[in-house]
């Protein structure tokens, strides 16, 4: 079974910075879709942005962008800028059919 | 455009008591999702109906665990009798379809908890 892993459980970042969360996945396929959404408090989750495997550019998303190694199955997620409204439990996701499996999640504060 | 419509928002129940929850999706959407988010841990996909059929209900507890979406449209999410680790937040999501591309858009979700 696929399994996705988050391996910092929380991140902060003083605001206006750059902070990068990490995330792996297992998987035996080539083609399937990656995801981050984001889960502010008390809030409903968000897509952030996605990205298909069989894409090599990554993708972007105003402030946010990803770092795909499809050798590695590694996704990380870079957020430029940081602003304090970027305070959220981030969840990487992986969908192949009807698969879809998440992350544990990271969860990033952003200091003033 | 309205968004994912969840309810009740908080439910607490005793064990072995039953439950149901409520989910009305984005006008238009034709799948509808429903997660189990336990504490300190990411959503896990409990069924996925497109329209009113049943698409994945693997990891559906099924001997206590049932779900409906009757035309295609609304749907419940029912629990009996419950168990202490139940306890957890149930998503409710909806997208247009099922391609593997496709943004899912998340209700706010209920929270209960089992005492």
């Known amino acids: 079974a696929q399994t996705v892993t988050q391996s910092q459980p929380e991140m902060s970042v003083q605001e206006a910075e750059t902070v990068t969360l990490s995330c792996t996945y297992d998987t035996s396929e080539s083609d399937y879709y990656l995801f981050w959404y984001k889960q502010p408090p008390s809030r409903q989750m968000i897509l952030v942005i996605r990205q298909e495997a069989y894409k090599q550019q990554n993708a972007t998303e105003n402030r946010f962008s990803v770092n795909f190694q499809k050798a590695a199955k590694s996704f990380s997620l870079k957020i430029s800028d940081s602003q304090l409204g970027d305070a959220a439990m981030y969840f990487c996701?992986?969908?192949?059919?009807?698969?879809?499996?998440f992350g544990p999640g990271t969860r990033l504060s952003v200091l003033p | 455009e309205a968004g994912v419509a969840q309810s009740p928002r908080y439910k607490i129940i005793e064990k072995r008591q039953s439950v149901a929850f409520w989910c009305n999706p984005i006008s238009g959407h034709a799948t509808l999702y429903w997660y189990q988010q336990i504490l300190g841990q990411g959503p896990k996909l409990l069924i996925q109906f497109q329209n009113n059929g049943v698409v994945d209900d693997s990891q559906l507890p099924k001997d206590r665990f049932s779900a409906e979406r009757l035309k295609g449209v609304d749907s419940t999410l029912k629990i009996q009798p419950a168990k202490l680790e139940d306890s957890a937040v149930y998503l409710c999501?909806?997208?247009?379809?099922?391609?593997?591309?496709?943004?899912?858009?998340f209700g706010p979700g209920t929270r209960l908890l089992v005492l």
């Open positions: 996701a992986y969908k192949r059919g009807q698969n879809f499996v």
């Open positions: 999501a909806s997208s247009l379809e099922s391609r593997g591309d496709e943004t899912q858009y």
